[in-house]
T-cell receptor, first 113, second 116 residues
Framework: AQSVTQPDIHITVSEGASLELRCNYS??????LFWYVQSPGQGLQLLLK??????LVQGIKGFEAEFKRSQSSFNLRKPSVHWSDAAEYFC???????????FGSGTKLNVKP | EAGVAQSPRYKIIEKRQSVAFWCNPI?????LYWYQQILGQGPKLLIQ????????DSQLPKDRFSAERLKGVDSTLKIQPAKLEDSAVYLC??????????????FGPGTRLTVT
């Protein structure tokens, strides 16, 4: 069965520190992978996506993610976190025809000044 | 360009009552999605429309939930009768399915439903 696991419910980092949010997926075929961000009271916004090709993908707001097929992972990274990055982050996997989408349970990021 | 619009933003009802949510997608977007996001969980896809046809509704509790997308534009999601476990945020998203943003889903702000 398809699933997405985000093992960290909450993460707190200091402003300026690096960030890595973990995502593991289970999917029978080649996955299409996404990271979304949700700020309080806001809708979900797409940060980046992976379909094929280069396994290191760049997104908006300075985020990047690396697809590792052998580990079934798609971890999100940012070299230097800003206070405005405090939000909830969701990893998602989709079918190639985009008729199925599965989201992880999310990781809440707090940023200490 | 205007984003995905949803109304109402908040709704409180008693169990066994009915409720309806409305979504207006981005103009020209062929695909429309409804998600349920329970507190502490990620969004769960309830139903997907392509124009006015249903592509996938495998996770829609059809005994109480219904959705329609007349004329392939606006959509309504209805719950009748509501249960306590339906308390959640209901998100609508749309996707162009054309051009360079073929796959990207644009989300509305959601409707927060509380069932008491």
């Amino acid at each position: 069965a398809q699933s997405v696991t985000q093992p960290d419910i909450h993460i707190t980092v200091s402003e300026g520190a690096s960030l890595e949010l973990r995502c593991n997926y289970s999917y029978g075929a080649t996955p299409y992978l996404f990271w979304y961000v949700q700020s309080p009271g806001q809708g979900l916004q797409l940060l980046l996506k992976y379909f094929s090709g280069d396994t290191l993908v760049q997104g908006i707001k300075g985020f990047e993610a690396e697809f590792k097929r052998s580990q079934s992972s798609f971890n999100l990274r940012k070299p230097s976190v800003h206070w405005s990055d405090a939000a909830e982050y969701f990893c998602a996997v989709g079918a190639s025809n985009f008729n199925k989408f599965y989201f992880g349970s999310g990781t809440k990021l707090n940023v200490k000044p | 360009e205007a984003g995905v619009a949803q109304s109402p933003r908040y709704k409180i009802i008693e169990k066994r009552q009915s409720v309806a949510f409305w979504c207006n997608p981005i103009s020209g977007h062929a695909t429309l999605y409804w998600y349920q996001q329970i507190l502490g969980q990620g969004p769960k896809l309830l139903i997907q429309f392509q124009n006015n046809g249903v592509v996938d509704d495998s996770q829609l509790p059809k005994d109480r939930f219904s959705a329609e997308r007349l004329k392939g534009v606006d959509s309504t999601l209805k719950i009748q009768p509501a249960k306590l476990e339906d308390s959640a945020v209901y998100l609508c998203a749309s996707s162009p399915r054309t051009g360079s943003n073929y796959y990207e889903q644009y989300f509305g702000p959601g409707t927060r439903l509380t069932v008491t």
